[in-house]
């Protein structure tokens, strides 16, 4: 035993411990600043943390690039610079029919809009409650998606006469294969944890799509609502190029095409130049918000 003890105090002895060093603290206020969270945002970052102004960016950039390509051509018959277009626009909004003309366009567009979601709110209830409604919805979306609104331009000039009907039936295919799709793909994405959950608490039928199925698949369902904006806009404004007439006055699309036969160009595109500012306040401002209350608020998107 004595000899094991030794031999063990002769080990330990023989092995090098680690140096013992004093602890050191440091006063924070001579180090200044520590790393990048505490670091105070320069003015340019602060900016450029800000969509909208880095947006805004964008458009004055291209509008720049617009106005010395215009005037380097020199050719207002062809392609006016940006400052004509914006003085026509300005003319034309408060001294001429534009603004009626918008209106117009926006009224009849709300009208297809609406029924379009109604109609694809009834298609996608009935293929997620029964399997013939699957078929029925699959069916249809393979046969109407592909096939443009514009193509049903004369079948609706035979059915519905030159006027509003006629737009609005362009409209409504135009959204409702586009937001049914989408909002199918998002129901049918529902994890089947989330289904039988619901299905625990009694959801059957249409309190099982909006509590449960519509919440989940919101995503999809507001990238479809759109889709189906986007399609209903460029398909209106197509549809009255031809026979935009409705009532006693046309829309926009009919205030390009008599301007365009004119050869007024500034005022041509002073209603294209009204028709991407509606795209850009209807994304920026009815879907962004929509979508920061609904899917960024939970959880859903970063």
């Given amino acids: 035993m004595a000899d094991v003890?030794?031999?063990?105090?002769?080990?330990?002895?023989?092995?090098?411990?680690?140096?013992?060093?004093?602890?050191?603290?440091?006063?924070?206020?001579?180090?200044?600043?520590v790393g990048a969270v505490e670091r105070p945002l320069s003015l340019?970052?602060?900016?450029?943390?800000?969509?909208?102004?880095?947006?805004l960016f964008i458009l004055v950039v291209l509008a720049v690039a617009w106005e010395l390509y215009?005037?380097?051509i020199n050719n207002p018959l062809m392609l006016p610079s940006f400052s004509e277009?914006?003085?026509?626009?300005?003319?034309?909004?408060?001294?001429?029919?534009?603004?009626?003309?918008?209106?117009?366009?926006?009224?009849?567009?709300?009208i297809g809009y609406s029924l379009g979601l109604t109609l694809a709110a009834v298609l996608t209830t009935l293929a997620v409650s029964t399997r013939l409604g699957n078929d029925v919805l699959s069916t249809l979306t393979a046969m109407f998606n592909p096939l443009p609104a514009i193509a049903l331009l004369p079948l609706a000039?035979?059915?519905?006469?030159?006027?509003?009907?006629?737009?609005?039936?362009?409209?409504?295919?135009?959204?409702?294969?586009?937001?049914?799709?989408?909002?199918?793909?998002?129901?049918?994405?529902?994890?089947?944890?989330?289904?039988?959950?619901g299905q625990n608490y009694g959801l059957r039928g249409i309190r099982y799509v909006v509590l449960l199925l519509i919440p989940?698949?919101?995503?999809?369902?507001?990238?479809?609502?759109?889709?189906?904006?986007?399609?209903?806009?460029?398909?209106?404004?197509?549809?009255?190029?031809?026979?935009?007439?409705?009532?006693?006055s046309g829309g926009l699309g009919w205030y390009i095409f008599e301007n365009r036969n004119q050869l007024?160009?500034?005022?041509?595109?002073?209603?294209?130049?009204?028709?991407?500012?509606?795209?850009?306040?209807?994304?920026?401002?009815?879907?962004?918000?929509?979508?920061?209350h609904t899917v960024q608020k939970w959880g859903m998107q970063n």
């Avoid at 340019?44 to 947006?55: C, D, K, N, P, Q």
């Avoid at 408060?94 to 567009?109: A, E, S």
């Avoid at 919101?218 to 759109?226: C, Y």
């Avoid at 500034?266 to 994304?283: C, P, Y």
């Fill in 85 to 110: 277009v914006v003085g026509a626009l300005y003319e034309e909004t408060v001294h001429g029919p534009l603004i009626d003309r918008t209106f117009t366009t926006i009224q009849v567009l709300l």
């Fill in 216 to 248: 989940a698949a919101f995503p999809s369902i507001l990238a479809g609502l759109k889709i189906g904006w986007a399609f209903a806009w460029r398909t209106l404004i197509a549809a009255e190029l031809v026979f935009g007439v409705s009532s006693r």
């Fill in 157 to 197: 000039l035979l059915w519905f006469g030159l006027g509003i009907p006629s737009l609005v039936f362009v409209i409504v295919h135009s959204v409702v294969w586009a937001v049914a799709l989408n909002t199918h793909t998002g129901f049918m994405s529902v994890s089947q944890t989330q289904r039988m959950a």
């Fill in 5 to 33: 003890s030794m031999s063990d105090g002769a080990g330990r002895a023989g092995r090098r411990l680690p140096p013992v060093r004093p602890e050191r603290a440091a006063d924070r206020r001579q180090l200044g600043y």
């Fill in 70 to 72: 215009a005037r380097w």
């Fill in 44 to 55: 340019w970052e602060r900016l450029y943390g800000y969509a909208w102004l880095r947006r």
């Fill in 264 to 292: 007024l160009t500034a005022n041509v595109f002073a209603g294209l130049l009204m028709v991407i500012i509606i795209g850009l306040l209807v994304e920026s401002v009815i879907f962004r918000t929509l979508e920061k």
